[in-house]
């Protein structure tokens, strides 16, 4: 009995110790996600706007030679799919793969581009067709890396490898809510429709566009491309640290019911060894009067 009540009270050291590492990293969480959730805040804007200025530009064209925005049948798919580098975070990584392989189960022939190691392992001992990899984005993202991912995605359409590039990462809607989505990347959306370049045409005039609107736009579509991967990237990393920390505090909560319950349980033992210890001694007692 002696020696049940040790291995209950290691186990609840070893728990307690477990509990403070949940903890602290659930407040490590908690912090880098107010910064992630900054970001992405700060990005969602910039790249709608030039979103719209690029259909703007576009619209200003009566026909588009720009390999870009040209669209092909659909042959060959791919998709770039935004996951974590480190696990801990709940089923964030598994709802994103998941969206992803729901989407390339509709292909006849899909590659998959990965950002994250958790992707990159889960898909590579499935036998998918990997394209190209990004990992080790860190916890504060670069732009230098949205650019890298995006001169890879943009080499892969001009090279006729890939006939479409869509986006599949976590869209970020608050703390408790996260969601997978899929975002058509390339062949650029096509300009605005006639009766909405109709609405927009009296703002659209107000531009003067040096040298011209062509050379506007080749200059836009790099920065546009790497604005919407840089944006991808922020949603799916504050996405991961909501998902951490929610996970952690689950953990935590886990610990502290888990301790409680050995507590109990030691002081039963504890209480039933007393018990018995009493009851000898009264026994011996009666024993020694007879």
Known sequence: MAEHIRDI???????KSTEQITKAMEMVAAARLRRAQE??????????????????LAGSFSDITHPLFLPRERHNVGYAVFTSDMGLCGAF????IQRAEAEIAQEED???????????????????????????????????????????????????????????????????????????LLPLSAPLSEDEEEQDEEQFLDYIIEPSPQGVLEMLLPRFIE?????????????????????????TENA?????????????IRQAAI????????GGAEALKG
């Open 227 to 251: 604005a919407e991967i840089f944006r991808a990237i922020l949603e799916a990393k504050a996405s991961e640290f909501a998902a951490r920390m929610i996970s952690m505090g689950s953990a």
């Open 275 to 282: 018990t018995k210890e009493i009851a000898e001694i009264v």
């Open 110 to 184: 899909a590659g998959v581009i990965i950002v994250g190691r958790k992707g990159r392992d889960y898909f590579r001992r499935r036998n998918y067709n990997l394209m190209a990899e990004f990992l080790d984005i860190g916890d504060e993202p670069m732009v230098d890396q949205a650019q890298g991912i995006a001169r890879t995605l943009v080499e892969l359409y001009k090279g006729n490898i890939v006939d479409e590039v869509n986006l599949v990462f976590t869209e970020f809607i608050s703390t408790g809510r996260q969601h997978p989505v899929v975002v058509k």
């Open 9 to 15: 009270k290691r186990r609840i050291r070893s728990i």
């Open 256 to 268: 502290g019911e888990m301790i409680d319950q050995l507590t109990l349980l030691s002081n039963k």
């Open 93 to 96: 990584n598994a709802h994103v």
């Open 39 to 56: 970001r992405v805040e700060g990005a969602r804007p910039y790249s709608c706007e030039i979103d719209n200025l690029i259909k703007r």
